[in-house]
């Protein structure tokens, strides 16, 4: 189905719609009086409508009519924007959903929906509804000029609207017809005289020819009725007609500005650019090398030239990528109404940094985690409204999602004020998992980490919610898959913070490339602090404890040539490229700095993938590969053996 | 053959509009709002403007009168698209200045007929 | 479901199109239409803490794909590298997703046709090989082509334990 395919483009629309009608009716169940979140419900619920019996979605069509005429009430003042007619319209979603994905819907559950809506406006409906009118028979005759078809009016769809008004009996009045001789084709010699029984006002009769009305002959005269004053004078009731409903322009959709035009495009075409933009780097990087070796300078200029625009180029696809979180962050605010609802909790979600971007992959990955640590914070983490009291906490339980950027990460984190997490229970789950033994001292860090080990689980009860086996791990590989980290703190009594840390981009990063013994690696220069050297002195002193003294601050290191077994002698003048992970720092010693690299990340096969000190390889210019490394990872290895030769010294 | 506007806020109904218009040799331009189809009418010229009524920022109504406000545009043929619910719409449609209407859901052809019988006269 | 029934379900009725290479003076064979490409030696570059089986990787096309040693899963040291070394790039099945892999080979042959009438299952007992790493032997003019279980042995990282060198102490 390719991508201009009109229904390809309603499916999509559709799943827009029931999002934005869902998040208008969230808002309406907080300020149920805001006509203008009533119209935009409203019109929400038309478009699709209108767009679905378009496109042949005729049961979502007919289903979301109802939904539509309900919402039409309230906007005319019939009826009220109760609690109970927002939530009834908010379970009806996902069976309209389901209609609009093509995915079979149960009959019986539409019409215990639709049953729940209608009770919901009566209940808060003023007026009760009209009861059904009585049908009315017409006969309506009507003529046009001869001239009329030649000037484009056309009687059959005329007709057709009759049609569709009731039971109609067309009858052609040939009294005008002259002989064939004398006939024009092109005149409309015909009258016609149409019998309609219809439970429409007689308004409705000439609204068809509304368009047509000034220059035709047109009698609509009551069959049989009561009251002999039948409207014949079209011209009369026209006058008349409900001009006065002087429509205010509904507002402009609340918050949301129309600022300047946006173009839709599918995100495969953005990741096929995003590649050809890599291959792109990659081939000016060997342009540059090959141009740096040359004389020629009008090739080192176009060369200079083509790296600088290589680069705005990269900078651009960046920015073309990123999304903002509060896109993600919109979509919890559903679940979190229903996890209330679920745990018969007092829950309210807190949202900060909405607007912080991240790359759209990204944030479709990140969309499974969140969900699974917004459900674990709410079925775990939070407790009851009486615990809280109890416990003289405020009643409502929060959860907060924020989103901010720090350097080339974005950090999200989902906070909880709930009961934080028991150390006690996640150990003894540990040991009967068979994690750790049953004496093994653990710093309150590594405790915590060991919920995201595979195999462990702190629900004493698979609950619904979840325990769906997803697990922790699950969310750990996840977010480790996307190059980011996890790292959770936690205070019993007070609630848990998870953090999130996640790299800007997936595909594209600044490296520092540099030598060990005769390999390349590239070290993300958003993680190097500083380069600094290592003289053969510093290097004999520290074989005991591996520590540099940086501006009065020990930073521990590690020899890149021994982690990688490199075998031959160092160079006389090793450098020392210190990185940081948050707080943490580690010194790495090279052979030598090559300089700045413009890396375009390649991941790597499974077997690689494993291996934990490189986050992928890059291809440099002259074709040769460079290993990535973690730097994550590698601080930790530099702390962790920096512990253990405190310990042994 | 003609230069068509084509004004709705649903992508899905302006493509279809577009393929079977264009489908008839008419060049198609698409505008998702009343707003942006008074700029967009106003930096082109088309023989014929096709709009939805229900439309966020600037509903088809307003712009209808918007445009016949407006010399360039006080005798272009506008067609107005409406549901059969859309009960007393077309008094006031024709009162903004609407030519015609068409009727939602519409077969390809049907559209294509309609602009034909609008366009000739 | 023996092996030789299972490969008469892929390749054609009667016969196998192999490509057949040589290791350590003992001839292999693979199904021809696993093979991409085959480089003369390329540039290579270390992965260490990778399986040795496993213990680099290349530049094919602008792809990083891993280069792997089959000499390691069926117990033979490595060689060293002659005029006649060449890297058969294959595209098989990782981890259920397909990737492109480099074999390391000591000489290519050619592709030729095995009847499975020629073929047999690698007897249990008396085979200096790992028997899961072989899918089944084939005969001709009198010599033993072996054609591995790739799937397994890719799945098992050539059955080798440890690291390529010793880190230091992480």
Known sequence: MSQSDPVAIFRQEAQDLLEQIEQGLLDLAHRPGDRDLVDAVFRGLHTLKGSGAMFGFDALAAFTHHCEGAFDRVRKGQALASAELVAAVLAAQDHMRALAEGREASIEEGEALLARLHAAVEAGGGAAPAAAPAETTYRIRFSFPADALANGTRPLPLLDELRELGACDVRALTDQVPPLAELAPADCCLGWEVVLTTAHPPSAIEDVFIFVIDDMKLEVEVLEADEPAAERAPAVVIEAAPDAAAQAAPAAAGKAARGGESVRVPAERLDELMDRVGELVIAQSRLTQLAAGSADPQLRNVSEEIERLAAELRDTMMVVRMVPVGQLFNRFRRLIHDLARETGKDIELVTAGETTELDKTVIERLADPLVHMIRNAADHGLETAEQRLAAGKPATGHITLSARQAGAEVLITITDDGRGIDRARVRAKAVEAGLIAADAVLADNDLLQLIFHPGFSTAQTVTNLSGRGVGMDVVKRTIEGLRGALEMTSEPGAGSVVTLRIPLTLAIIDGLLVRVASARYVIPLAAVEECVELSPEQDLRSTGRQLLNLRDQLVPFIRLRELFGAGTQPDPYQKVVVVATGQERVGLAVDQILGDHQTVIKSLSSFHAEVETFSGATILGDGGVAMVLDVPHLVAAGQRQDARLRAAS | ?121 | MNRTAEMSDRSSERAMLVLTFDLQGETFALEADLVREVLDVAPETAVPGAAPFVDAVINFRGRVIPLADLRLAFGMGRSESTRDSRIVVIEHELDDEPALIGLRADKVHEVTSVPLSDTEDAPSVGLRWRADFIRCLAKREGEIIVVPDLAQIFATRGGAVGTVVPFAQT
């Open chain 2, 1 to 121: 053959m003609a230069s068509v506007l084509t004004v709705d806020d649903s992508p899905s109904i302006r493509q279809a509009i577009k393929i079977a218009l264009g489908a008839a040799g008419h060049e198609v331009v698409e505008a998702g709002d009343g707003a942006e189809g008074v700029a967009k009418a106003n930096s082109g010229a088309f023989s014929l403007i096709i709009t939805d009524l229900n439309m966020p920022v600037m509903d088809g109504l307003t712009m209808i009168r918007t445009l016949r406000s407006q010399p360039s545009y006080a005798g272009v043929p506008i067609l107005f698209l409406t549901t059969e619910s859309d009960d007393g719409i077309k008094a006031e449609a024709k009162a903004a200045g609407a030519t015609g209407w068409v009727t939602k859901p519409f077969q390809p052809d049907q559209l294509v007929r309609i602009v034909s019988k609008v366009l000739a006269a």
